[in-house]
């Protein structure tokens, strides 16, 4: 079992990722999911995959988070971080061993150095460069889902 942090969760490129997750739930899991501001997006993937860890770099949308993932039953277990500094810190947990940075411009710069360091496998989603849903995977190589993190 592969555990995966999905950066960018809520936009096209995590939507993507966790599409194919779900698709393959008996070789991955969805450990980490990250997005800015949209609560009720992630609401909606963490009843779905129930990460163990969840960012919102935005800190009110990270408390409105907490406060509704505390109105379900499987809530509690998920650990709420909030910033730059909480992307850094769900970069690096010992559950994923592979990220997949959907993370728009220098947002993401710092996590994904973090995971690099620490190492995990990088996969990064650059749907402005290609725009043709081809994923970039950490070793800089391109593919159509044979080369990125799915596919190894």
């Known amino acids: 079992m592969h555990g995966v942090a999905v ?6 490129i995590g939507q993507s990722t966790l599409d194919l997750i779900g698709l393959h739930p008996e070789r991955f899991r969805a450990e980490v999911l990250t997005a800015h ?3 009720a997006p992630m609401l909606r993937d963490c009843e779905r995959f129930k990460p163990r860890w969840v960012v919102m770099t935005d800190a009110d949308a990270a408390q409105t988070l907490q ?9 509690g277990r998920i650990n709420v971080l909030t910033g730059p500094e909480g992307l850094v810190t ?10 997949v940075a959907g993370i728009v411009g220098a947002a993401g710069l710092a996590s994904v150095l973090a995971a690099a360091r620490a190492g995990k496998k990088n996969s990064f989603g650059q749907q402005r460069g290609f725009g043709d849903g081809r994923a970039v995977d950490g070793r800089g190589g391109t593919c159509w889902w044979g080369g990125c993190f799915a596919c190894r």
């Open 67 to 75: 406060m509704r993932l505390h109105e379900t039953a499987w809530g």
């Open 7 to 12: 950066f960018g969760s809520t936009g096209s």
């Open 90 to 99: 769900a970069a690096t947990v010992p559950e994923v061993d592979t990220m």
């Open 37 to 39: 501001r949209q609560v």
